[in-house]
């Protein structure tokens, strides 16, 4: 052989070799992961599979009044969108789209990277691969869908539904897989390197078995299949009755069914429709019994969830329905498997619009068409369309682990919870060592009172600055020995990180006299947002004034700083390795003009910023400003360089400021007076700096993160 020649092909065939090695690490396994059922069976008239408006189209075609679909597809951002005879309500005409473009299945998978689905079985439905037609628009779908889950490295699996089945059929499947067998060589990876392996082999999915409906086969022809399928090299996963495990109610009474499931890998019961927020409770057990008698026979147990149910159009008016209560319901499934240890999970469905269990992006139900006498159900008007594939994504990464687990629904910036936080203040912002954006913050107590009495501390989280998680409280008032009688006052706080520990700081009163004696508490966790147990308080000398906002920087080298300030003063010193003890006395920071309170330290290029609130707003000129100053160390002396956010409209103070991927961010409260009292939240705004160091000024914008 050529030398060049083969020095040429080795990095080629290297390359492949890693390739392969990276699928096979990524997708082994459906532990970890959060998988959809993809449909995929929504045809146009023109979009060349010659099936018309199928799976549109109710008894009198696709038209106002005649609908198979619920729900209508948000189609705002896929490339090819087809006309229908509908109208939104300023008369313009509604378009939808066809799962046979590879445009459309491009975009869906790549919303499942964007939003963190591992990825999706693709279904084939017997009774549609037993006719010419319905093969061939499902190959095209299939093979869309292996090149989108290659480019978008997605988990693909293949996924049969023997609704349509009749005995004698168990070779339609059977036949099937071996041609896609030998058109994808699934076993060997490489042209569908993606391919979602389980115990070491290609999983492929048979969807109902064991109903007891009079479906015109049964527990023979299943396990025909199964045998088959083993034969073959495939692990298995089977779609089940809710009640498989006691063989009763929807369940074929036969303990065959049992010995089915047994060799198999993984069983999926079906949930759809069998429940609703309110009586999901007694769901519960069940659910937890499933799961141990799986682990007593060695079978693997997927819980499927789904965000809600709707047919009215496809069944007719007063047809069951489930309502999806803003996500409230969906996460109460996935919260709930989560919490038992859920290994994997299966979500219905990806883009089911004809029973309204559709997780991709949908019209609000003010933006769908007019429908005749009818309607369609739509996305919540509250949320954004994409809500329900971002709440699937942050169950994926708390089934990784890579965010905390929590019971409570998610917060998303979309969803608006600012009327929920309302009285959050004092940001606090920084980035840890798993690439999460932190804000730590002080809670008010809610109006009547107003914000004069803060009793608790929260902390919030994102990965995007888009999508933020409340972590809930941290600290309350009574968990302080040390604090007033009656709680209450507990200003901005700051946490630091240090020798695998987080250092949380929070002022709070000692006595009546808050001006004079305020201590600054220190709580320490392994956790960045649990788990706080309070320590004692920093001994700060005997010039204690108003102890209010404490900053603790850490420096390059590793060595920490500790600054308060409050009553026009703030000082600051080295903090002892210990970060709980001062290593000198506390020195007044000089060069700072017109200071108030709100001190924050960072450093960038080598200069160290100290960030501050005016008196501009106790001076009776309206609202506090954001300054800053800068020093070639830490402790000064500074040279004050001017404001570097100006308030509009409102009042605006304490301020921190951090740079998150490439980005320095400005984050503040803002403060409007109410009837209700002082209305605090925590906004943001984009910082950026000159060439010479400075900050850009920034008119306040009021960017509430939770807006």
């Not at 007891?212 to 495939?234: H, M, P, S, W």
């Amino acid at each position: 052989m050529n030398k060049c020649f083969l020095i040429f092909l080795i990095p080629i065939l290297m390359f492949a070799y890693i390739q392969d090695i990276v699928a096979q690490k990524k997708y082994d396994s459906y532990k970890g992961l959060v998988m959809a059922g993809y449909q995929g069976w929504f045809n146009t008239p023109d979009d060349g599979a010659n099936r018309g408006w199928y799976h549109y189209k109710s008894k009198n075609g696709f038209k106002p009044g005649s609908s198979g679909v619920d729900f209508w597809a948000d189609v705002s951002e896929y490339p090819q969108i087809y006309r229908t005879e509908f109208k939104h309500k300023d008369g313009s005409p509604a378009y939808t789209f066809s799962s046979h473009d590879f445009s459309t299945v491009d975009l869906h998978f790549n919303w499942m990277k964007e939003y963190g689905l591992d990825g999706v079985f693709m279904q084939r439905f017997v009774g549609e691969i037993k006719n010419p037609s319905g093969k061939a628009h499902f190959n095209k779908v299939l093979a869309s869908a292996i090149e989108s889950s290659t480019k978008y490295e997605r988990a693909i699996s293949i996924m049969y539904d023997l609704s349509g089945m009749k005995s004698g059929d168990e070779l339609v499947i059977l036949n099937d897989i071996d041609e896609l067998n030998e058109q994808y060589q699934f076993q060997e990876r490489v042209k569908a390197p993606s391919y979602l392996f389980h115990n070491q082999k290609p999983l492929v999915v048979l969807w109902g078995i064991g109903f007891n409906d009079k479906r015109a086969y049964g527990l023979k022809e299943a396990e025909t299949i199964v045998e088959g399928l083993k034969k073959r090299g495939y692990s298995i996963m089977l779609g089940v009755p809710t009640y498989w495990r006691e063989l009763r109610s929807d369940t074929e009474n036969n303990e065959k069914l049992h010995q089915l499931i047994k060799k198999s890998d993984i069983v999926m019961p079906w949930f759809v429709s069998r429940y609703n927020e309110e009586s999901y409770d007694s769901f519960k057990s069940l659910i937890e019994k499933d799961i141990k008698w799986c682990k007593n026979n060695k079978v693997d147990y997927a819980p499927l969830c789904f965000p809600g149910f709707s047919w009215e159009n496809l069944k007719g008016k007063g047809s069951f329905y489930i309502d999806r209560n803003s996500g409230s319901f969906f996460w109460k499934q996935l919260s709930t498997v989560l919490g038992y240890g859920a290994e994997m999970i299966y979500v219905a469905m990806f883009d089911e619009i004809d029973e309204g269990t559709a997780i991709f992006k949908c019209a609000r139900r003010n933006e769908t068409p007019l429908n005749g006498n009818g309607k369609f159900e739509g996305i919540e008007d509250n949320l954004p369309s994409d809500y329900y594939l971002w709440l699937t994504g942050q169950a994926g990464k708390m089934l990784k682990k890579e965010i905390e687990y929590s019971k409570e629904k998610p917060i998303r910036l979309a969803e608006n919870p600012f009327i929920k936080h309302m009285y959050t203040a004092d940001p606090s912002a920084h980035v840890w060592s798993d690439g999460r954006l932190y804000v730590y913050a002080s809670h008010d107590i809610a109006p009547p009172r107003g914000c004069d009495l803060m009793d608790q501390y929260h902390v919030f989280s994102t990965d995007d600055m888009l999508n933020w998680i409340d972590h809930g409280e941290i600290l309350r008032a009574t968990d302080v020995s040390w604090g007033r009688p009656e709680g209450g006052f507990m200003w901005a706080p700051d946490c630091a990180y240090k020798n695998g520990t987080y250092y949380f700081y929070f002022p709070h009163p000692s006595g009546t006299e808050w001006n004079k004696t305020w201590k600054v508490g220190i709580a320490t966790s392994k956790k960045p947002t649990s788990d706080f147990v309070v320590q004692g308080y920093l001994e700060l000398g005997n010039d204690n004034f108003a102890m209010i906002d404490p900053c603790v920087f850490v420096d390059d080298d590793g060595q920490s700083y500790f600054y308060y300030g409050g009553g026009d003063r703030c000082a600051g010193a080295k903090l002892k390795d210990n970060m709980v003890e001062l290593a000198q006395p506390l020195v007044f920071m000089e060069g700072l003009t017109d200071f108030h309170e709100a001190t924050w330290v960072f450093k960038r290029n080598g200069i160290y910023y100290l960030t501050y609130a005016d008196n501009h707003r106790e001076n009776g000129k309206g609202s506090n400003r954001l300054n800053y100053a800068t020093s070639n160390t830490p402790l000064g002396p500074w040279t004050y360089r001017g404001i570097y956010l100006e308030p509009t409209g409102c009042d605006t103070s304490h301020g921190s400021v951090v740079e998150y991927k490439g980005q320095w961010y400005a984050f503040y409260h803002n403060m409007a007076l109410s009837g209700r009292g002082n209305l605090r939240s925590i906004c943001v705004d984009k910082l950026d700096f000159n060439p010479d160091g400075t900050i850009e000024k920034v008119e306040q914008t009021g960017n509430n993160i939770y807006k």
